[in-house]
């Protein structure tokens, strides 16, 4: 008949912990007030224009798109003449851009 195996057996694949266990609690709480510190010195908000500019670029892409198609209904050619339906990839671009800059906008 097979012997059973005790809990301290069947956990023998968990690799075992040396060390002083008061010192590696004392260095994972250094090692995360330094990362609290670190971050908390290297947050700056970002400055008013990068807002301005942020939000201008995506409203300036959605007029760009209004535009042509409230011009083209009307069937006057702008914003630019004579690239048609690349107007639409325009305005999607200059907002995009805005879009973009929102990854970098800190409060």
Same mark, same amino acid.
């Given at each position: @008949?097979?012997?059973?195996?005790? %809990? ?18 004392? %260095? ?11 971050? %908390? ?12 500019? @942020? =939000? ?5 892409? /959605? /007029?760009?798109? &209004?535009? =042509?198609?409230? %011009? ?16 639409? /990839? &325009?305005? =999607?671009?200059?907002? /995009?851009?805005?879009?973009? @800059? @929102? ?5």
């Amino acid at each position: @008949m097979p012997e059973k195996k005790s %809990a301290a057996d069947k956990d023998s694949s968990a690799p075992e912990k040396i060390g002083n266990p008061a010192r590696r609690a004392e %260095a994972t709480a250094a090692r995360d007030r330094r990362r609290k510190e670190a971050t %908390a010195k290297d947050f700056k908000p970002v400055p008013t224009w990068y807002k301005v500019l @942020m =939000f201008g670029l995506m409203i300036v892409g /959605l /007029l760009w798109i &209004v535009t =042509f198609y409230v %011009a083209n209904m009307v069937g006057v050619d702008v914003p630019i003449p004579g690239i048609g339906n690349w107007n639409i /990839l &325009v305005g =999607f671009g200059i907002a /995009l851009v805005g879009f973009i @800059m @929102m990854m970098g906008w800190r409060d």
